[in-house]
């Protein structure tokens, strides 16, 4: 009995069925640096239960903890996968290492996701797909991989259904890159699902996809902004049952939504006069936030920041500005020969 007269347990008790469904619903770094360490029992089945590790998502844990320790998580939870490990999720602290070897203790992967990975080359993931030859799930957002990786996956995962490969907004405006548009065209024939969001590829990247790829149910094609809609690439897309083109909204996507520029500038530069921030992924909080504080706007020229919903809230917020460039408003005029990066700041104050 307990010291209040209530019936005590011992939870190490627990039948362990019961146990393992409780585990199952924990996150991966919660078995392994809390409930796992509860007890002799409960680290037992922790460590000794491989159903606990078919699917692995460590997400964030790089900016939780070091990358040393949250790859140190990784490997373990590979570890007590035994094998039998279904996904695997992670981000910042993955490295070429981590991968392979993830890759030769996983050859039962179906779902890989990887973000914001910027350890890992085009070689270490072609060496690592190799290892994974039952993948049907990959997604590759705003990680340091292009070209040609795109056809050693297709060749090393002939299972590959859904395939994602999202970039932060880069766009060399006109120049045409297929590389990887090519590479998913010639070698991923089992595709239904294929996300291309921030990509370069032209009309005729998306029209060899579309072609080769007969089973394709699904195309999200955000920010691909060298696409242009006309009539054969209209009539070639009429098939897919989910389209998401260059200029819809991009609210959905977390990882391009990012409101810190937008404060940054709203809580320091009272004195502005003109304001553009082309292609960047402020929202609409953002944006108010600005011409809240930002009292002397005159000019404002968000084009390209597809984040922006001109609901009628912000209408009546930008009624004062004089000059006012809206997210899908023409880039004619903008002219340029290098690269840019996701984001394009240019402010000017006159006092």
Not at 57 to 86: H, I, P, Y
Request: net charge negative; charged share 25%; with cysteine.
């Amino acid at each position: 009995m307990a010291e209040d007269g209530s019936e005590s347990r011992d939870w190490a008790e627990m039948p362990s069925d019961v146990l393992a469904a409780v585990f199952g619903k924990l996150d991966v770094s919660d078995l392994l640096t809390g409930a796992g360490l509860v007890c002799r029992a409960w680290r037992q089945l922790a460590a000794t239960d491989p159903t606990l590790w078919r699917r692995v998502a460590l997400s964030n844990q790089g900016n939780l903890m070091e990358d040393e320790k949250a790859e140190a998580m990784a490997r373990t939870a590979v570890d007590r996968a035994a094998g039998t490990m279904e996904a695997f999720w992670a981000d910042t602290f993955v490295t070429d290492g981590l991968l392979l070897y993830v890759s030769v203790r996983a050859s039962s992967l179906k779902s890989l996701k990887l973000s914001l990975c910027l350890n890992v080359s085009n070689e270490g993931m072609a060496e690592a797909m190799q290892g994974f030859p039952q993948l049907e799930e990959l997604d590759i957002t705003i990680c340091s991989l292009d070209g040609d990786v795109c056809e050693s996956i297709g060749k090393a995962c002939p299972q590959l259904k859904c395939f994602r490969l999202n970039s932060a907004f880069i766009d060399t405006y006109g120049m045409d890159y297929d590389t990887e548009a090519l590479g998913i065209a010639n070698n991923m024939p089992e595709l239904r699902e294929l996300q291309l969001i921030g990509n370069n590829l032209s009309n005729v990247g998306l029209m060899s996809i579309l072609d080769h790829c007969l089973h394709l149910e699904s195309v999200d094609i955000r920010r691909s902004n060298n696409i242009r809609m006309d009539d054969a690439l209209k009539s070639k897309c009429a098939r897919i049952r989910n389209l998401k083109l260059p200029r819809d909204s991009i609210s959905d996507f977390s990882c391009l939504r990012d409101d810190t520029e937008a404060l940054g500038i709203a809580d320091n530069m009272p004195e502005l006069r003109e304001l553009q921030l082309i292609g960047n992924d402020l929202t609409n909080d953002g944006l108010i936030s600005i011409l809240d504080h930002c009292l002397h706007l005159e000019s404002v020229d968000i084009r390209q920041c597809y984040n922006i919903q001109m609901d009628d809230a912000l209408k009546s917020k930008c009624a004062r500005i004089r000059n006012l460039k809206l997210p899908c408003d023409s880039m004619s005029d903008f002219k340029y020969n290098a690269y840019i990066d996701y984001t394009m700041v240019r402010w000017q104050a006159w006092i």
